[in-house]
T-cell receptor
Framework: EAGVVQSPRYKIIEKKQPVAFWCNPISGHNTLYWYLQNLGQGPELLIR????????DSQLPKDRFSAERLKGVDSTLKIQPAELGDSAVYLC????????????FGPGTRLTVL | GDSVTQMEGPVTLSEEAFLTINCTYTATGYPSLFWYVQYPGEGLQLLLKATKADDKGSNKGFEATYRKETTSFHLEKGSVQVSDSAVYFCALRKAFGNEKLTFGTGTRLTIIP
């Protein structure tokens, strides 16, 4: 069974440019998460989807970040415009949902903003 | 709010040494506790978990016991191998209504032959 797929794996952009990350969760997983991992830190939740509904986006900086999960499968996370401080690893995870289900993580997208 | 405090690294050990990575947490209620591992170039993987007090999670020779009285979930392994070199994250998840994982800062472990 394929795991969580993310692309691109690496992205280098100049500040003020837009950038988008894509995630394909494990087939059948209704819950999808985007986490932000700064260097030397643990991941922090940005947004959680149940199917196509964003049920927890309290930590998403909505002035520049947006996300969507059309049809409740793939998801895209966008930053516009990017700032130097956005340099980090963006992790996608998915789970079957419910409190006792394991979250499976993708390899992440490492963003560098110059 | 909820938080996880992890033993700071990096940690360097010789092969076959005993490993302990400390983890303590702050949370209301009865969270589930996890250890995740991140090998070089790979995504986070669940290593072990415990969902209630006094539970012991174990996997690949690693163990951790959920200690509510000390709010701890220390990771241990009796004899480490070079292949255990990775970054280890302690995390919690509230028992009800919130599936977010709250992670510690991670501990980088290097095992030398």
């Amino acid at each position: 069974e394929a795991g969580v797929v993310q692309s691109p794996r690496y992205k280098i952009i100049e500040k003020k440019q837009p950038v988008a990350f894509w995630c394909n969760p494990i087939s059948g997983h209704n819950t999808l998460y985007w986490y932000l991992q700064n260097l030397g830190q643990g991941p922090e939740l940005l947004i959680r989807y149940e199917n196509e509904e964003a049920v927890d986006d309290s930590q998403l900086p909505k002035d520049r970040f947006s996300a969507e999960r059309l049809k409740g499968v793939d998801s895209t996370l966008k930053i516009q415009p990017a700032e130097l401080g956005d340099s980090a690893v963006y992790l996608c995870a998915s789970s079957l949902g419910g409190n006792n289900n394991e979250q499976f993580f993708g390899p992440g997208t490492r963003l560098t903003v110059l | 709010g909820d938080s996880v405090t992890q033993m700071e690294g990096p940690v360097t050990l010789s092969e076959e040494a005993f490993l302990t990575i400390n983890c303590t947490y702050t949370a209301t209620g009865y969270p589930s506790l996890f250890w995740y591992v991140q090998y070089p170039g790979e995504g986070l993987q669940l290593l072990l978990k415990a969902t209630k007090a006094d539970d012991k999670g174990s996997n690949k020779g690693f163990e951790a016991t959920y200690r509510k009285e000390t709010t701890s979930f220390h990771l241990e392994k009796g004899s480490v191998q070079v292949s255990d070199s990775a970054v280890y994250f302690c995390a919690l998840r509230k028992a009800f209504g919130n599936e977010k994982l709250t992670f510690g800062t991670g501990t980088r472990l290097t095992i030398i032959p």
